[in-house]
């Protein structure tokens, strides 16, 4: 069975989580946004003070990826919350940067380079 899902499919089912809870009431965009940055903080705490070989062993860890992957799907979850509430679509919104980031970032410029867009050498 295929199990994938496009990004408005796992909003509708986050929905239906949430709604089955009645949580609705707590998730305004100031709340959501505050959980997405503590979901991005735990994520982050997991890779504090590690060095490049221990990421390297916690990500091939089984029990170690699987914290990764909680936090990384807690981080999702409420990315698709505060969308909803906002009225953001994502998949249009990620086209969009998407279509600007190939301008800031041509590849004659920025290949190979992790330079911010306003630091690239050279002009179009």
Do not use: C
């Amino acid at each position: 069975m295929d199990d994938s899902s496009t990004i408005e499919q796992l909003k509708m089912k986050v929905k239906k989580f949430r709604d089955e809870r009645n949580w609705k009431k707590f998730h305004d965009p100031k709340n959501l946004s505050i959980a997405l940055a503590v979901e991005s903080a735990e994520l982050q705490e997991l890779f504090l003070w590690k060095s490049g070989s221990g990421v390297r062993q916690l990500l091939s860890s089984e029990k170690g990826k699987q914290k990764v992957k909680d936090e990384l799907a807690d981080i999702l979850i409420y990315l698709l919350y505060l969308s909803d509430e906002s009225g953001i679509d994502l998949s249009e919104a990620v086209r969009a940067k998407l279509s600007l980031n190939n301008k800031k970032y041509p590849v004659s410029k920025s290949y190979n380079s992790s330079k911010k867009y306003n630091e690239l050498e050279g002009e179009d």
